[in-house]
């Protein structure tokens, strides 16, 4: 029986991800990082950068044990191919992370900060599959963003209706 580390187990939830990810990014034309389909909503540029860059929390949260809003540099992509590299940079680094990180690491507490203030803190093994929802929900928000402005919408857990092999 073949048992693993919860590391492993994020890393492949996280691998099985990246494909549907990496799509959607690569079709978000930087003429519309500045929409939003609301006046409370974030643009479509810093949605999609959230995408690319929440990845990065894991490793920064399995390397660094924390983060603080006030600190936490955020990429500034001038284009698409930016954004993408962005995300494959991101993706790399948080693999090696988890690849390197022990049952003791993700024992450690990740704290999460505002201006030094502590929001919250828990063990890192719990705030792994919390980044990864909350990862998955920002891409489904930007495939919304994307419908909205007839970008296609590429398969993620089965078919969309932008593939053209399942239209009848």
């Known amino acids: 029986m073949n048992t693993y580390s919860y590391a492993e187990t994020f890393l492949k939830e996280l691998n099985s991800e990246i494909p549907s990810t990496r799509k959607c990014l690569e079709r978000i034309p930087e003429n519309l990082f500045d ?7 974030m643009t479509l540029g810093y949605l999609a950068l959230l995408v690319a860059e929440i990845p990065k929390w894991i490793s920064v949260s399995v390397e660094e044990n924390e983060i603080d809003f006030a600190t936490f540099k955020h990429f500034q992509p001038a284009n698409t191919q930016e954004l993408v590299n962005h995300f494959d940079e991101n993706i790399k680094g948080t693999q090696k992370a988890l690849q390197n990180a022990t049952q003791e690491t993700l024992s450690k507490d990740f704290v999460l900060k505002a201006n030094g203030k502590v929001l919250f803190s828990q063990p890192i093994i719990e705030s792994i599959p919390s980044t990864l929802n909350h990862w998955v929900h920002h891409r489904g928000q930007l495939t919304v963003y994307m419908r909205l402005n007839n970008i296609a919408v590429p398969s993620i857990y089965g078919p ?5 092999q399942f239209r009848s």
């Open 35 to 41: 929409y939003k389909p609301h006046e409370k909503s």
């Open 160 to 164: 969309s209706a932008d593939d053209n």
